[in-house]
């Protein structure tokens, strides 16, 4: 389990793709302190594990599966990505729950600096609309944020100029994709009441609004 608060910038120095399997590696510094092969460490939202740990950096290797579903195919070398390592029993969660299991690809509609914070709109996936609520907590590349607005088909985050400037988020541009990580308990709680999500197809969101998603 990750916080979502961002440890590190690190920066891909090597992408080999072998058909649907990928093997990356990143220089770091930071998490490299206790970084041992088989540990899990947060990378832009995707929870990957340590398969090697030399030269001022380690590597992972990704499945098909997290490559069809998170932004990590599209990494390039040179890029800068967001690092956390696992959370220790003994640490402060100061953040909020981020297990590094991406829900869905979302994608900016808007950026703004505005009175001394960033406001930045995301689009999110169709199905993940119902579980976004305003106070609510979300993970954007591994970031955690608190949603300040919703509205038909976009939320809304407000970003201190800390956060914006030690995360990837100060690269970010209109239009770019961006790995979305919905808070767990929303899924819980849907569960235990015995809901049913809505299906996507054929829905828009304004139907969705009406329907009280």
Known sequence: MFTGLVEELGRVRRVERRGEFQRLEIAASTVLSDLAVGDSVNIDGVCQTA???ADGGFAVETVAETLARTTLGQLQVGREVNLERALR???RLGGHMVLGHVDGVGRIRQLADKDCEWRVEIEPPLELSRY????GSIAVDGVSLTVAGVEAGVFTV???PHTFDNT???HRRVGDSVNLE???IARYVERMLGGVAPP???LSFEKLRDMGY
Not at 132 to 135: D, E, G, L, N, W
């Open 89 to 91: 029993a003994d640490g």
């Open 158 to 160: 407000a970003i201190i």
């Open 51 to 53: 398969v090697a740990i």
């Open 200 to 202: 996507a197809e054929g």
């Open 182 to 184: 919905i808070d767990v």
């Open 168 to 170: 990837t988020l100060s």
């Open 132 to 135: 976004i609520a305003v106070k």
